[in-house]
């Protein structure tokens, strides 16, 4: 088995070099992913997140308003860490159980927004790291995800610095460019993958 490591910025291209693996054939283990599902009502989670922000974070169908409690833990890097000390410790327990599940010539990419901030690199074999300059990501964000510039930047400024990514990334996936120079990326970087499951 081969555990990969997969981070990028906020609009660096992350998900889309994940779902370009997962057709490849990786099996994907996505932190957003879970993060969603460890709060999800009836959750121990979301118990814990209620009582650490109380209830205004909670929609009227006892869903996680994932908007409101964003905007607290984006405005207070106390509040973020609450957030955290809930929520990552039971996304890594499900990915742990995920990642056993898988078979013993697999790839396995770990999905991971937070990788760099949360000093996770040395749990695989690989770190990849999909990067694109700060303007691009700005644009991104803005265009696609109709973002203001000012909350775009926030989100960036929220994560790990460009350069902190990039000191422990293994292989850098460029994606300043077309979706074609992604994919040719991501194809050479699978035969590379494959090849270490293999051996």
Known sequence: ??????????GSGKSEV????????????????????????????????????GPGVLRPDGSL???KLAGIV????????ALNEIVHPLVRRRAEELTAQ????????HD???????????????????????EIQLERLVRRRGMTEEAARARIAAQASREERLAV???VIDNSGS????????DQLWAELVRRART
């Open 102 to 109: 898988a078979g013993e010539d697999a790839v396995v990419v």
């Open 65 to 67: 308003d994932r908007e």
């Open 1 to 10: 088995m081969v555990k990969v490591g997969l981070t990028g910025g906020i």
């Open 112 to 134: 991971v927004p937070l990788l760099v901030e949360n000093r996770m690199a040395p749990l695989y074999d690989l770190v990849v790291v999909v990067d694109a300059p700060v």
């Open 179 to 186: 979706l074609a120079d992604l994919k040719r990326q991501v």
């Open 169 to 171: 990334a293994d292989v």
């Open 74 to 81: 984006f405005a207070d890097p106390e509040r973020r860490r």
């Open 18 to 53: 994940s779902r370009l693996l997962a057709a490849h054939g990786a099996i994907v283990v996505d932190a957003d992913r879970l993060a969603r599902e460890v709060v999800e009502p009836g959750t121990p989670g979301l118990a814990r997140v209620v009582e650490e922000f």
